[in-house]
């Protein structure tokens, strides 16, 4: 089937021209002298791509561009006069193929014609395709994770692989901007052609221009030869500028014009060369913020952020973390030669997604690392990502739900207040019913720790703690709530009632030291407590966490570290 081409532009000779090339190249073309025309023909005729000159006699070709954007997938490309870029990058953000500048070079329009000739094969293909198309199917086995907020993220990527328009890709360090960037390459009309990655921080200033545009033998001390640049290098194909506002401002100035004319100049060189390259830049930096402080040139800022992708933080995708960390233990084991694939283990897992990941996926494969090094056997514990102690309440709901669907096989914890024993004394009687009041005279802080246990159906305490106050002198009367609030202090850190004793506590040393050390004494002092709950509430792991203030699976984590059993205490 032949190619056809819509061609809109007041000059005739140019249109004479560019429907002369479009002929040899086999294209057959209509061509349009204004904006009425052009919608005309559009109208009534089915075109493959549309080329069309900015300035026209009955109006602009950018509403020409936002009519076809909106109405199809049609590749449509500007055409444009010196001085005109910020016309040319408005319209590539209105949803414009490519642009080429006047005066004409046939050689660059070729090149523009056969990139939209790839474009319109890859949408046959992919409309011909009876499930996944291979684009698909290359995005979900290289951008890992499925969460709510990679579905936009990965349509967004298949639409810019079709445009040739510069992208800017924004986010926080070790979020995948370089995975993107490549993908975008990889799924564009560019992909036979070369991916050149540079970081732009990484290259001394006084080297910069030569890295970037090569240098000509003898055109400074050391160089004993010709060179290739960086943009010769990626000549039909892609440039990848990372971390691009590391560039001094020296060479910002440089890079302007070779994204806007096209042509690059080597060191030494005596006349520019054109290049065919489409740039994609990234930083982990506020570019905008660089711009009004005077450390980034408006004018690059507004080439090169033609259109913005940001990239989400790990913590915006917990998700996705069991899936990431699966294919990455996958690579691990296969760059490592492994005789058995490691794998996480459901706590470890767990403690993965309840992780504050700083430096996102990079982190997350760096901590895998880490514990498959660390890990004896081709399971990973939680001891082996060697990860801090969160606390209870930064517990996202989720793994709360999760937990008490656990813990179902345990006796409920409910209307424990009903065993107390109402045939007391009436002198008992009104001691514990103050002991209850002051109880529930708990500081808000209490309060909000208290109400953020899962486990927690009321306010009320166990009878053990009820019967303990009713047999206390006056100082010992609110032991109950002071109780409850040291006991909290395990998992919560609310720094409160410190000057208060705990019942069950070893008595402090009078001016000394700890002979074995502080952590030494912490941990007794910890485990005497957990022994003395699960003794009250009968060994009852579920009540035992309730009534410590923390949940079933931090108590049993703790018992284990502890080394803490029932059998032990038969």
């Given at each position: 089937?032949?190619?056809?081409?819509?061609?809109?532009?007041?000059?005739?000779?140019?249109?004479?021209?560019?429907?002369?090339?479009?002929?040899?190249?086999?294209?057959?073309?209509?061509?349009?002298?204004?904006?009425?025309?052009?919608?005309?023909?559009?109208?009534?005729?089915?075109?493959?791509?549309?080329?069309?000159?900015?300035?026209?006699?009955?109006?602009?070709?950018?509403?020409?561009?936002?009519?076809?954007?909106?109405?199809?997938?049609?590749?449509?490309?500007?055409?444009?006069?010196?001085?005109?870029?910020?016309?040319?990058?408005?319209?590539?953000?209105?949803?414009?193929?490519?642009?080429?500048?006047?005066?004409?070079?046939?050689?660059?329009?070729?090149?523009?014609?056969?990139?939209?000739?790839?474009?319109?094969?890859?949408?046959?293909?992919?409309?011909?395709?009876?499930?996944?198309?291979?684009?698909?199917?290359?995005?979900?086995?290289?951008?890992?994770?499925?969460?709510?907020?990679?579905?936009?993220?990965?349509?967004?990527?298949?639409?810019?692989?079709?445009?040739?328009?510069?992208?800017?890709?924004?986010?926080?360090?070790g979020t995948g901007k370089e995975v993107v960037a490549r993908l975008i390459h990889d799924l564009s009309p560019r992909r036979d052609?070369?991916?050149?990655?540079?970081?732009?921080?990484?290259?001394?200033?006084?080297?910069?221009?030569?890295?970037?545009?090569?240098?000509?033998?003898?055109?400074?001390?050391?160089?004993?030869?010709?060179?290739?640049?960086?943009?010769?290098?990626?000549?039909?194909?892609?440039?990848?500028?990372?971390?691009?506002?590391?560039?001094?401002?020296?060479?910002?100035?440089?890079?302007?014009?070779?994204?806007?004319?096209?042509?690059?100049?080597?060191?030494?060189?005596?006349?520019?060369?054109?290049?065919?390259?489409?740039?994609?830049?990234?930083?982990?930096?506020?570019?905008?913020?660089?711009?009004?402080?005077?450390?980034?040139?408006?004018?690059?800022?507004?080439?090169?952020?033609?259109?913005?992708?940001?990239?989400?933080?790990?913590?915006?995708?917990?998700?996705?973390?069991?899936?990431?960390?699966?294919?990455?233990?996958?690579?691990?084991?296969?760059?490592?030669?492994?005789?058995?694939?490691?794998?996480?283990?459901?706590?470890?897992?767990?403690?993965?997604?309840?992780?504050?990941?700083?430096?996102?996926?990079?982190?997350?494969?760096?901590?895998?690392?880490?514990?498959?090094?660390?890990?004896?056997?081709?399971?990973?514990?939680?001891?082996?990502?060697?990860?801090?102690?969160?606390?209870?309440?930064?517990?996202?709901?989720?793994?709360?739900?999760?937990?008490?669907?656990?813990?179902?096989?345990?006796?409920?914890?409910?209307?424990?207040?009903?065993?107390?024993?109402?045939?007391?004394?009436?002198?008992?009687?009104?001691?514990?019913?103050?002991?209850?009041?002051?109880?529930?005279?708990?500081?808000?802080?209490?309060?909000?720790?208290?109400?953020?246990?899962?486990?927690?159906?009321?306010?009320?305490?166990?009878?053990?703690?009820?019967?303990?106050?009713?047999?206390?002198?006056?100082?010992?009367?609110?032991?109950?709530?002071?109780?409850?609030?040291?006991?909290?202090?395990?998992?919560?850190?609310?720094?409160?009632?410190?000057?208060?004793?705990?019942?069950?506590?070893?008595?402090?040393?009078?001016?000394?030291?700890?002979?074995?050390?502080?952590?030494?004494?912490?941990?007794?002092?910890?485990?005497?407590?957990?022994?003395?709950?699960?003794?009250?509430?009968?060994?009852?792991?579920?009540?035992?966490?309730?009534?410590?203030?923390?949940?079933?699976?931090?108590?049993?984590?703790?018992?284990?570290?502890?080394?803490?059993?029932?059998?032990?205490?038969?």
């Amino acid at each position: 089937m032949t190619t056809t081409a819509l061609v809109v532009d007041d000059e005739v000779d140019l249109c004479r021209l560019m429907q002369i090339t479009l002929t040899k190249m086999g294209i057959k073309s209509d061509v349009a002298y204004t904006l009425s025309q052009a919608r005309t023909f559009w109208q009534d005729n089915d075109y493959d791509f549309c080329l069309t000159d900015l300035k026209l006699p009955d109006g602009s070709g950018l509403e020409l561009v936002k009519e076809i954007s909106n109405s199809s997938n049609i590749p449509i490309a500007v055409i444009t006069a010196h001085g005109s870029m910020d016309l040319a990058i408005e319209a590539l953000k209105l949803g414009a193929f490519d642009f080429v500048n006047k005066p004409l070079e046939l050689p660059r329009l070729r090149q523009l014609v056969e990139n939209a000739i790839k474009v319109i094969h890859q949408d046959n293909e992919v409309q011909a395709a009876p499930e996944c198309s291979p684009e698909q199917k290359m995005l979900d086995s290289r951008l890992i994770g499925n969460s709510a907020v990679m579905h936009p993220l990965k349509n967004t990527i298949l639409k810019l692989a079709r445009s040739q328009a510069p992208v800017f890709l924004s986010g926080a360090s070790g979020t995948g901007k370089e995975v993107v960037a490549r993908l975008i390459h990889d799924l564009s009309p560019r992909r036979d052609g070369s991916f050149v990655p540079v970081n732009c921080g990484a290259i001394p200033s006084e080297l910069m221009e030569s890295e970037f545009f090569g240098h000509k033998k003898g055109s400074f001390t050391g160089a004993v030869a010709d060179k290739q640049g960086l943009f010769q290098q990626a000549n039909g194909g892609t440039l990848f500028l990372d971390e691009v506002a590391d560039l001094p401002l020296a060479m910002q100035v440089k890079l302007l014009r070779a994204i806007q004319e096209k042509t690059v100049r080597a060191i030494g060189d005596t006349k520019e060369v054109p290049v065919d390259i489409r740039i994609l830049s990234a930083t982990h930096k506020d570019l905008s913020q660089l711009v009004q402080d005077g450390a980034f040139r408006q004018d690059l800022y507004y080439r090169i952020n033609v259109i913005e992708l940001k990239l989400p933080t790990l913590n915006a995708r917990r998700d996705d973390i069991p899936v990431l960390a699966d294919h990455f233990l996958a690579m691990i084991s296969n760059d490592w030669q492994l005789e058995s694939p490691p794998s996480l283990t459901m706590e470890a897992c767990e403690r993965l997604q309840r992780h504050d990941f700083a430096g996102n996926v990079r982190e997350l494969r760096n901590l895998l690392e880490r514990a498959v090094t660390l890990a004896e056997t081709s399971y990973i514990d939680v001891s082996h990502l060697g990860l801090p102690d969160i606390e209870p309440e930064l517990v996202n709901t989720q793994e709360q739900n999760h937990s008490s669907a656990i813990d179902s096989s345990e006796p409920p914890a409910r209307n424990v207040e009903n065993q107390i024993d109402v045939q007391s004394t009436a002198q008992s009687t009104k001691d514990g019913e103050q002991a209850i009041q002051s109880s529930n005279m708990a500081t808000p802080v209490e309060q909000r720790v208290t109400n953020l246990h899962p486990y927690r159906t009321n306010n009320n305490h166990y009878p053990s703690m009820v019967q303990h106050s009713s047999t206390s002198n006056d100082s010992s009367s609110t032991n109950v709530a002071s109780t409850h609030d040291k006991e909290s202090l395990l998992d919560s850190n609310v720094q409160q009632g410190t000057s208060k004793d705990i019942s069950g506590l070893s008595e402090l040393f009078d001016g000394q030291l700890p002979p074995q050390g502080l952590e030494h004494y912490l941990q007794e002092q910890e485990k005497q407590l957990i022994i003395t709950a699960l003794k009250q509430t009968g060994w009852n792991k579920t009540q035992a966490a309730e009534l410590l203030g923390t949940t079933f699976r931090s108590l049993r984590y703790r018992m284990k570290k502890l080394e803490i059993s029932e059998d032990a205490f038969d």
